[in-house]
């Protein structure tokens, strides 16, 4: 549950947006959390020195 949190956070924030006629920025919202996801998926792993 707790890593379902923050994907339902973004749903309700994208929502609320969206009702209250801001569709341009909520549109903004869901691109700004998809392109994060998709950056944290594919970013290179950090390794330490050695």
Request: charged share 10%; hydrophobic share 60%; with cysteine.
């Amino acid at each position: 549950m707790k890593g379902l949190l923050p994907w339902l956070a973004v749903l309700a924030l994208v929502l609320l947006l969206s009702a209250l006629r801001l569709r341009p920025l909520a549109t903004a919202v869901s691109l700004a959390w998809l392109a994060w996801c998709v950056w944290t998926w594919i970013r290179p792993t950090r390794r330490g020195p050695g």
